[in-house]
């Protein structure tokens, strides 16, 4: 049973930051990649970035200069370093696995970031 945990949301103003983490059940080694996602009150999920077992990066064009991918894979965790929140950052955040690349099998409960004056 593979188990995904975040932690790290909050609540904070526009133009600060948070950093997220992601800590899996077993070895990340086992995943081809691993991916955030978040999804908005009424709004479909969508995705955030991605990071491979290679520590290749890749991001959402809206995110692309705020946010920044990490993984340890000592730790078995990733992490998603957010900068200059904006209120339409505001969602719930969701770790996701993939095995081969290709679907994401694996996602844990998410954890709420909420950018407000």
């Known amino acids: 049973q593979v188990e995904l945990v975040e932690s790290g949301g909050g609540l904070v103003q526009p133009g600060e930051s948070l950093r997220l983490s992601c800590t899996a059940s077993?070895?990340?080694?086992?995943?081809?990649?691993m991916a955030w996602a978040r999804q908005a009150p009424g709004k479909q999920r969508e995705w955030v970035a991605t990071?491979?077992?290679?520590?290749?990066?890749n991001y959402a064009a809206s995110m692309k200069g705020r946010f920044t991918i990490s993984r340890d894979n000592t730790k078995n965790t990733i992490w998603l370093q957010m900068n200059s929140l904006k209120p339409d950052d505001t969602a719930v955040y969701y770790c996701?696995?993939?095995?081969?690349?290709?679907?994401?099998?694996?996602w844990g409960q998410g954890t709420q970031v909420t950018v407000s004056p």
């Open positions: 996701g696995a993939s095995r081969y690349g290709t679907t994401y099998e694996y």
């Open positions: 077993i070895n990340i080694f086992n995943f081809n990649a």
């Open positions: 990071i491979t077992i290679s520590d290749i990066p």
